[in-house]
């Protein structure tokens, strides 16, 4: 129970890296607040972690809107009086050959995966500085190490969020706060199928050829699961970290090594 007594908040809690890591946050012990874009999934989480014998708490909302932002940081401390976590996880992708990517489809990423990931920590921070204490963890990538040919916005907002993750924790520190990254490879997530399928299709390969091939490089054999990437963010949450801030961790099966 190494989340005992916290409270957390998980973007895009709905599937993937997110519900696995409200699941697990649940299981150690934490309670959360488990917002996600579709309602429906928000919900069917809430319930998976009530069952868990911890508090839920499901909302519809769009991390991209300021309004939004808001809503979920009075949700939180209205049901939970604080909030001790915050992981900025929810995110997109979109293969796309640079020369085709239009302006709307670079402000569909930078807007979720970086200015999101901003303002969420800002309106988080607010609350946790407030009372010297706090988590903020940020979903980056391998993408936010090495560049890669049909990523380009989807790098550039992962670059980005090692540099948020490395600001905030340099000004939060004295104020208790503690900002730490991610950079999962590759998870074996709805994101996957997506991205496989987009970039399979472009290169005339069947569907499946492009995540295979990658996952056959992977060192340790095997795909990433939601659950590996959410033991990680655990550790980051727990106090067992509590003199690290500052940092990205891969998470990717030695498939990047820098
Ligand atoms: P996923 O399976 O596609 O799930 C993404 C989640 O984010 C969904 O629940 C989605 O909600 C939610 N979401 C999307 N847009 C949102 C918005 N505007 N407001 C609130 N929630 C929103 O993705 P994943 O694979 O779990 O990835 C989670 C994070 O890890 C992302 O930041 C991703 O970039 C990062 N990551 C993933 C991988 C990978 O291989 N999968 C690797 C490295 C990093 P809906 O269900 O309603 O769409």
New binding site residues.
């Given amino acids: 129970m190494r989340l005992a007594g916290k409270s957390a908040i998980i973007?895009?809690a709905?599937?993937?890296?997110?519900r696995a890591t409200a699941l697990m946050f649940a299981r150690e012990g934490a309670d959360v607040l488990a917002?996600?874009?579709?309602l429906a999934?928000s919900e069917a989480v809430a319930k998976e972690i009530l069952a868990l014998g911890r508090k839920a708490v499901a909302m519809q909302?769009?991390?991209?809107r300021m309004a939004d932002i808001q809503r979920m940081v009075q949700t939180a401390v209205r049901e939970f009086g604080k909030i001790d976590i915050l992981v900025n996880?929810?995110?997109?992708?979109q293969v796309r050959f640079p020369l085709e990517l239009t302006e709307a489809d670079w402000d569909r990423t930078l807007n979720?995966?970086l200015k999101a990931v901003f303002f969420c920590s800002q309106a988080v921070a607010r609350e946790m500085v407030a009372r010297k204490s706090g988590v903020i963890l940020n979903?980056a990538?391998i993408s936010g190490r090495t560049g890669k040919p049909m990523l380009v916005d989807y790098c550039a907002s992962k670059f980005g969020v090692i540099g948020i993750t490395q600001s905030l924790a340099m000004a939060l520190a004295k104020h208790g706060v503690r900002v730490n990254a991610v950079a999962?490879?590759?998870?074996d997530?709805?994101?996957?199928v997506s991205i496989d399928r987009e970039w399979s299709a472009l290169e005339g390969k069947p569907t499946g050829a492009v995540k295979q091939a990658r996952v056959a490089n992977i060192p340790l054999g095997r795909i990433e699961t939601?659950e590996d990437v959410a033991k990680l963010y655990t550790f980051l949450a727990s106090d067992d970290a509590s003199y690290i801030t500052g940092q990205t961790y891969n998470v990717c099966g030695g498939l990047q090594l820098n």
């Fill in positions: 973007t895009g709905g599937r993937g890296i997110g917002p996600d874009l579709d999934s909302m769009d991390v991209t996880n929810a995110g997109i992708t979720l995966n979903a990538s999962p490879g590759i998870v997530t709805d994101m996957w939601p």
